[in-house]
Nanobody
Framework: QVQLVDSGGGLVQAGGSLRLSCAAS????????MGWFRQAPGKEREFVAA????????RYADSVKGRFTISRDNAENTVYLQMNSLEPEDTAVYYC????????????WGQGTQVTVSS
């Protein structure tokens, strides 16, 4: 059974940091690109960051470049999102997702973890 379990969200003041984790199981983790997405109230879900199956390539939304870092531990089947210099605009539910290497669509999704940044 495929599972992506997101954790690490919480309430933080502007300028603070959080580290999100996503534990994966039920599929061959090393064959999948992993991504983080977020959805703020009243807004559509948006891409945040992605990391290739080997971890050698990363990609970020312009809004988080220089502040967020995506990483993965293939031995632990876990992907992380280190978020620094958080801003109130980063408030959202964050979801990790997985897509098979070479495919366009993410087909596995976590349940989401709430991040709230106070001003």
């Amino acid at each position: 059974q495929v599972q992506l379990v997101d954790s690490g969200g919480g309430l933080v003041q502007a300028g603070g940091s959080l580290r999100l984790s996503c534990a994966a199981s039920g599929f061959t983790f090393t064959s999948y690109t992993m991504g983080w997405f977020r959805q703020a109230p009243g807004k559509e879900r948006e891409f945040v960051a992605a990391i290739s199956s080997s971890g050698g390539t990363t990609r970020y939304a312009d809004s988080v470049k220089g502040r967020f870092t995506i990483s993965r531990d293939n031995a632990e089947n876990t992907v992380y999102l280190q978020m620094n210099s958080l801003e109130p605009e980063d408030t959202a539910v964050y979801y990790c997702a997985a897509k098979l290497r070479g495919r366009d669509d993410y087909n596995y999704w976590g349940q989401g973890t709430q991040v709230t940044v106070s001003s």
